[in-house]
């Protein structure tokens, strides 16, 4: 696979977020019931989230952090995204979107899907990220969204970049989370090109095992798959916005019930905090220089 380097074993913390994981079992526990878009459990998940965003001070972009949505593969029904904003200390009007989907397959048959890692994993990743960043202001705006109904069709991030509220003339890049829990290697996948400045950065990032991946075949479903298009960042691609997506592979538990935080180690995915944020500092350093991969 051209631009992946071999994995190296470094010497890692054995200290706990405490947050990031109980952000985790929160948004993976049975009061959360699976987080499928219109349910009572997606309710639980996006009153938690709105509380965790005021917690962390992000400021609001509009009346409320909840920001509903409406599509016709919803029916009736409307998605809440949730959405938060931290002011950039250099240029407040460029904007750098980060966005986790908090949804996820709900219950079916009397059994919960639980979504430990697709993608409770990926907004507690985004809301640790987010309180980094209240204590080390970032150069450029930053809008903070749990996207809703990605599972549906990326929906949430279609309606985002739809809505009033953004501007796409001032959004320079978004950095997608998605599965950052199970996985001992994160893909990662850019606009940026492989021989910019950005991708030498992300090789410099020791405290993971970071793969420049495209696309696979999975061994668990057998089909191949695009990471280009695997997630929210797709939508921000198709507007010709530059990406980075951030995530792991697909797992034995992938989309099934098995998808428990009990099966996520805390001290890994502590570690990966260090990761995430490192990943924002390139981006924030190298936003002049993206070029856009065809």
Not at 74 to 80: N, R
Request: hydrophobic share 35%; aromatic share 10%; with cysteine.
């Amino acid at each position: 696979m051209r631009g992946q380097r071999p994995c190296e074993i470094y010497e890692l913390s054995n200290e706990i977020n405490v947050q990031l994981i109980s952000d985790l079992k929160v948004l993976s526990s049975s009061d959360a019931q699976g987080r499928r878009t219109a349910t009572l459990g997606s309710v639980f998940s996006y009153q938690y989230l709105v509380k965790r965003f005021k917690g962390i001070g992000l400021e609001k972009i509009a009346p409320s952090y909840l920001v509903p949505f409406t599509h016709k593969r919803l029916g009736s029904k409307q998605g809440k995204n949730i959405i938060g904003r931290i002011n950039g200390r250099i240029n407040d009007q460029r904007v750098i979107v980060v966005t986790a989907h908090y949804d996820h397959l709900g219950k079916r048959g009397g059994n919960i899907y639980y979504g430990a890692d697709d993608n409770a994993s990926g907004v507690a990743m985004m809301l640790a990220l987010a309180q980094h960043l209240m204590s080390y202001p970032p150069k450029y705006t930053v809008l903070f969204v749990a996207t809703d109904a990605e599972e549906k069709g990326l929906l949430g991030s279609q309606a985002l970049l739809k809505s009033p509220l953004v501007s796409l003339d001032d959004i320079v890049f978004n950095i997608n989370l998605d599965m950052l829990g199970r996985a001992n290697k994160l893909y990662y996948y850019s606009s940026k090109s492989r021989s910019d400045i950005f991708h030498q950065g992300m090789a410099n990032i020791k405290q993971t095992c970071l793969v420049n991946r495209r696309s696979h075949r999975s061994p668990f479903t057998g089909g191949m798959i695009d990471y280009k298009k695997a997630s929210d960042h797709w939508s921000f691609a198709q507007q010709g916005i530059d990406f980075l997506f951030v995530g792991g592979g697909l797992h034995a538990d992938y989309h099934r019930v098995g998808d428990r935080a009990d099966r996520i180690s805390a001290t890994k995915f502590s570690n990966r905090v260090a990761v995430v944020t490192q990943m924002f500092n390139l981006v924030q350093d190298n936003i002049s220089e993206s070029v856009v991969i065809n």
